[in-house]
C-alpha cells in the first residue's frame, strides 16, 4: 500500500481529502468549557464521546509527502501516525450511563433474520466508503432482539446502556459500547 494511501485510510490527511473533525462530528468540535453530558437518556450529541481539548492527529507534514513509499522514515510516520489514531481517548465518565445516540450503520456480517450487532457512525460512508473516524466516535451496539431489514448506512437512534470499552472492529477498534434495549429506523432530518 502506498503512503498516500495509507495516510487516506487513516484519515489524517487534509491533501487526499480525508473528512475534518467537524465533518465526522457532523457540527463543530467539543470545547473545553462545554458542561458534562447530562444523566438523562436524551440524545447524546456524538461531539459528547469526545474528551473536551483533543482534536485527532493531525495530517502528514509536506516532507513526508516528498519521500518515497518504501523510505523506513515514511513507514516509521505512518505507524505513529496510525497509533495515534488507535490511541483516542475516550470519556470514561460516560460509563454506565443510559443514553440514546443517532448514527449510521455499519454491519459487520450478514444476518438474514436481522442485525443485533453493528457499529454506530456519525457520518455517511464512515469505515465503508471513507476513512474510519478515531474509536471515540465509533460505538458497538450490541440489541437485545435482532432489527430486520437494517443495511449499511441505514439511519437508527439507539438507547441503551453505554460501556466505555475499547474493541477491535476490522482495521480499526470502537471505543464504546451500547448494550442497547432499544433501537428504530430514522428518516435523515429526525
Sequence with gaps: ???RA???LLGLTAAVGAAPLAVWLGRRGPR???PAPSQDPALLAWAELIPPGWTPPRHASDALYALRDDD???RAALRA???AQRQAPLRTELHQREVSLQGYVVPLELAWQGLDEFLL???FG???HSPPPPPNQIVRVLLRKPLAGLRAMDVVRVRGRLLVQRQPAGEFSSGYLLQADHAE???LGD
Design 1 to 3: 500500500m502506498s503512503r
Design 121 to 123: 457512525v456519525p457520518y
Design 32 to 34: 473545553p468549557d462545554e
Design 185 to 187: 429506523r430514522q428518516e
Design 72 to 74: 523506513p522514515e515514511a
Design 6 to 8: 495509507a495516510l487516506q
Design 81 to 83: 501516525l496510525k497509533q
Design 126 to 128: 464512515a469505515c465503508i
